[in-house]
Structure formats: structure tokens, C-alpha cells
């Protein structure tokens, strides 16, 4: 006869590792209505559950993924790992339920909400995120990436009252700021350099302080001087940045997007962005004027950086400020 104290201890351990189990499981399905039902959501629905379930399984654990089985692109996949090495994250919900988007390049699914696990001390933002996952037309996934951490942000872009166009073009200007910033903190300068046009132009604002001595003693002066790249000289300075330092920490929040009135697929975007690197750190505002003429391959034609004081006394550049043919 068996010992009952090895039965039980055999049980505990079987409940365990289903319990364990049960938590890297994760299951993923299109909302109804949004997508025609078929074999590419089929097989759409079945890739990203097992996306979700590998990334949990690495998350709980503490591992790396592996993304072997997951029909994903060469370059989002090394951009999950380089992500996830700065910070892990598991999916909350081992069920998950989201619309199926449509934009430019295939579909996007949204509001897939995750806890981050990140590994750099220095990590201050939000455990609570949201997951965006990109596919193709063909149910590959393109891209994966944290959401946009103030969501009143994200509702004041996407329920724009300038119809289903717009909409869609602005949901493509969310993703593709939420790359943006990733390709910095990649340091991924050949994304970089795809992203801006050939002909972009770079404007950094700076605050010159001297002191003057005067009848009523040293004063201090301050003036903004503006400085003025093409995209090589610009590509250049930043592949120098990069090589010196070991981290690059580039955070964006509080963002605009504004459509040109007489050119639908010119917009300008406004954000405050933090820099920090191994010996350098600031604050400032960032405006990019984007390009959707081409909605496959989008570029920035100009990109302005002002500090806090300059802004503070001057304003933000604008869609107003350039003249575009």
C-alpha cells in the first residue's frame, strides 16, 4: 500500500505546475464584427496568443524569449529582445478579447494590458501599460511595443472629430511616435536614418547665458541661439552619441497631433521629451513634422528640439512656422 503523505505531496506538486501553466497560457481573440472570420484570423488569433504566452512564460520565470515558434519579422523581433532586456513584462489576463484595427500597412490590436517587470533600477514610469501588436496584411506581426502611457493622450488623438481617414492616420502616427522612441533607446540608427527624408531639417534651440557687467552691478543675459543640421550632419552627430554611450533613455509624454489644413497627409506633432544618457540628461519639446504621402514608408521632414526656457518665453514650433510646396 502506498503512503498517503507521497500521494499528497505528488498531488501538490501536479497542481503546481498547473498552475504555473496556467499562467504562461494566454489566449487572444478579435472582438466580433471587427474582422472577417476566416483562415487569416485564425491564424492571426493563434500567432499572438502564442506571442502572449511565450512572453508570460519568460516573464514569470525571469528568462529570455524565444520567439522561434512565432511568425514575427527579423527586425521586431530583435526590437521585443532589445526591449526586453531593459524591462520584462506578463500579460494580466490570461484571456484577452480586442478589435482588430485596420491601418495602412495591416491591422493593429490595442489595449492588451500588461504589468512591466523591469530590470534597469532607474525605470520610473508606470507597471501598468498597455500592449500594441502590429501584423501585416498577411498575419505576420510587425511590431511590438508598450502603449502610450497617458491613455488621455491616445483618446484625445484617436477620437478626433476629423472622420475615419483621419482617425486611422493618427492611430499610424501613434505607432509610429511609440517606435520613434524605441529606435533611440535601441539606439538603432539605421530605423533613424530610413525615418527622416533625405532633406529634413534639424533645429536644436540652446540658451547662451553671459555675464555683463553694468551700473548696477553683473548682470546675467540670456539668448537663444539656434542651430541648424541636414539629416547626414544630424545622423552623423547621433551615431557618435550612441558609440559613447552604453544607455540611451528617451521618454516622450504630453502629445499633439495636428493635421495641416490644406495637406491631409501632413501633420505636426508636438512632445515633451526627456533625454538622458551615461553623462548627459535634459529636458525639452520636440516637434516632428510628419509626411504620410507615402503611408507605407511615412517621413519626418523637420525635427525642432527647444528647452523648458525657451518654450516657456517663445512658444513650441508649429506647422505654421515652415513653408511646405
Request: with cysteine; aromatic share 8%; charged share 20%.
Amino acid at each position: 500500500m502506498v503512503p498517503m503523505k507521497p500521494i499528497k505531496l505528488l498531488i501538490l506538486i501536479l497542481a503546481m505546475l498547473c498552475r504555473f501553466n496556467g499562467m504562461a497560457e494566454v489566449t487572444f481573440k478579435f472582438a466580433g464584427g471587427t474582422i472577417e472570420a476566416g483562415a487569416l484570423k485564425t491564424r492571426m488569433e493563434n500567432n499572438i496568443s502564442a506571442l502572449l504566452s511565450e512572453i508570460n512564460r519568460a516573464g514569470n520565470s525571469g528568462g529570455t524569449l524565444n520567439l522561434s515558434a512565432i511568425n514575427i519579422e527579423a527586425e521586431a523581433k530583435n526590437r521585443l529582445i532589445a526591449l526586453w532586456e531593459d524591462s520584462h513584462f506578463v500579460c494580466d489576463k490570461s484571456t484577452n478579447i480586442s478589435k482588430c484595427l485596420n491601418d495602412v500597412q495591416g491591422f493593429q490590436v490595442r489595449a492588451i494590458p500588461i504589468t512591466m517587470k523591469p530590470t534597469d533600477p532607474s525605470f520610473d514610469q508606470s507597471l501598468n501599460r498597455e500592449l500594441t501588436i502590429s501584423l501585416s496584411k498577411s498575419g505576420v506581426i510587425t511590431g511590438v511595443r508598450p502603449a502610450w502611457e497617458l491613455q488621455e493622450d491616445v483618446s484625445r488623438i484617436l477620437f478626433s472629430p476629423g472622420g475615419v481617414a483621419d482617425t486611422r492616420q493618427r492611430r499610424e502616427i501613434l505607432k509610429w511616435v511609440e517606435d520613434f522612441r524605441c529606435y533611440y533607446n535601441e539606439k538603432n540608427i539605421k530605423a533613424l536614418n530610413q525615418i527622416y527624408s533625405d532633406d529634413a531639417l534639424i533645429i536644436t534651440g540652446s540658451v547662451v547665458r553671459q555675464r555683463r557687467n553694468g551700473d548696477n552691478g553683473v548682470r546675467l543675459d540670456q539668448t537663444v541661439n539656434y542651430t541648424v543640421q541636414s539629416k547626414a550632419q544630424y545622423i552623423n552627430k547621433l551615431s557618435g552619441i550612441f558609440q559613447r554611450n552604453s544607455r540611451i533613455k528617451v521618454e516622450f509624454d504630453h502629445i499633439s497631433v495636428v493635421m495641416h489644413g490644406a495637406k491631409p497627409n501632413i501633420y505636426g506633432v508636438t512632445l515633451h521629451q526627456k533625454w538622458q544618457t551615461n553623462t548627459y540628461s535634459d529636458e525639452g519639446w520636440l516637434f516632428l513634422l510628419w509626411d504620410f504621402n507615402d503611408p507605407e514608408a511615412p517621413q519626418i521632414h523637420v525635427r525642432t528640439w527647444q528647452p523648458e526656457q525657451i518654450v516657456a518665453s517663445d512658444g513650441v514650433f508649429t506647422l505654421d512656422d515652415f513653408f511646405i510646396p
